[in-house]
C-alpha cells in the first residue's frame, strides 16, 4: 500500500504508507497548502486523484523544499522520523510495548534520497501530477 504519483508526462514517483506522511509533512512545512491550495493538498493524503495543475506549482514546491534542506543543512537527519512516541516499533518492527525497554523508532520514515527522488520528480512531471 502507498501513494502512486504520476505526472502528467507519464513520470511516476511511489511512496510507501510509512514514507508518505513524512514527505506530507515537508512539503506541508514547504508551504503546499499556499502553493496547491487547500483542498488539493489535503486530498494529497488520498489515493483519489488530487496533485499540482500546473509545471508551475511542482517547480516552487520543489524550490521550498530544496530551500528548507539548505535552511537545516546539518541537522537533517537520515532519516526523517514523525515523533509519534505512542507508536513505536521495535529493531524487528514490533509494535513497541509500554514496558519495551530496548530501542524504538516512528514506523512513520524517509530517507533523505526518497525526499531527493521527489524534487527530481517534480522538476520533471510536466504540468502537474496526481496522487493515486
Given at each position: 500500500?502507498?501513494?502512486?504519483?504520476?505526472?502528467?508526462?507519464?513520470?511516476?514517483?511511489?511512496?510507501?504508507v510509512w514514507?508518505?506522511?513524512?514527505?506530507?509533512?515537508?512539503?506541508?512545512?514547504?508551504?503546499?497548502?499556499?502553493?496547491?491550495?487547500?483542498?488539493?493538498?489535503n486530498?494529497?493524503?488520498?489515493?483519489d486523484?488530487?496533485?499540482?495543475l500546473?509545471?508551475?506549482?511542482?517547480?516552487?514546491?520543489?524550490?521550498?523544499i530544496?530551500?528548507?534542506?539548505?535552511?537545516?543543512?546539518?541537522?537533517?537527519?537520515d532519516?526523517?522520523?514523525?515523533?509519534?512516541?505512542?507508536?513505536?516499533?521495535?529493531a524487528?518492527?514490533?509494535?513497541?510495548?509500554?514496558?519495551?525497554?530496548?530501542?524504538?523508532?516512528?514506523?512513520?520514515?524517509?530517507?533523505?534520497?526518497?525526499?531527493?527522488?521527489?524534487?527530481?520528480?517534480?522538476?520533471?512531471?510536466?504540468?502537474?501530477?496526481?496522487?493515486?
Amino acid at each position: 500500500m502507498g501513494m502512486d504519483v504520476y505526472g502528467k508526462n507519464g513520470n511516476y514517483f511511489r511512496a510507501n504508507v510509512w514514507s508518505w506522511r513524512p514527505l506530507m509533512m515537508l512539503m506541508e512545512k514547504a508551504g503546499g497548502e499556499a502553493i496547491l491550495g487547500d483542498d488539493i493538498f489535503n486530498g494529497m493524503s488520498y489515493n483519489d486523484g488530487k496533485g499540482a495543475l500546473t509545471q508551475e506549482q511542482c517547480e516552487k514546491l520543489a524550490n521550498a523544499i530544496e530551500q528548507i534542506k539548505e535552511e537545516i543543512e546539518g541537522e537533517w537527519y537520515d532519516p526523517i522520523e514523525l515523533d509519534m512516541p505512542d507508536f513505536q516499533i521495535t529493531a524487528s518492527g514490533q509494535l513497541a510495548k509500554e514496558d519495551h525497554d530496548g530501542e524504538t523508532h516512528s514506523p512513520y520514515r524517509c530517507h533523505i534520497d526518497h525526499i531527493e527522488e521527489l524534487v527530481t520528480f517534480l522538476r520533471e512531471c510536466g504540468s502537474g501530477f496526481e496522487v493515486w
